[in-house]
């Protein structure tokens, strides 16, 4: 009979953390997204291939200066990687979050107009 991991064992040993789970983060998402190798995206920062493989695999946790040389490599914010799947969200969204804000509120208005047509 194969015991089930406690969340105690899983802090000591981050490699038995559930595979199942939501990604804790959306690094590889977004490496992919752009078209890069883990080896490009390692060129890009200070971080070597084999770093960007344990985050994401879940191996290793991310820094919040890993976060911010990650974004900055992939062209994105830095909370999106933490935040946002590109690839569930879809075109519309990703366009949506790249206004700025004065025309949110115009795009919202045009939304609601189509809506109620």
Not at 74 to 94: F, Q
Request: charged share 25%; glycine share 8%; no cysteine.
């Amino acid at each position: 009979m194969h015991a089930e991991p406690t969340i105690l064992s899983m802090a000591r040993n981050p490699m038995l953390i559930p595979k199942d789970g939501h990604p804790r983060h959306y690094v590889k998402e977004w490496r992919l997204k752009s078209g890069l190798t883990q080896e490009q995206l390692a060129g890009r920062t200070p971080f070597s291939p084999g770093a960007i493989s344990q985050l994401e695999t879940g191996r290793t946790a991310y820094t919040q200066p890993m976060l911010e040389a990650l974004s900055h490599a992939l062209g994105v914010k830095t909370g999106d990687l933490i935040s946002r799947n590109p690839y569930a969200e879809g075109d519309v969204v990703e366009l949506f979050n790249d206004l700025p804000d004065d025309k949110k509120r115009i795009a919202i208005g045009m939304l609601k107009s189509l809506k109620t047509a």
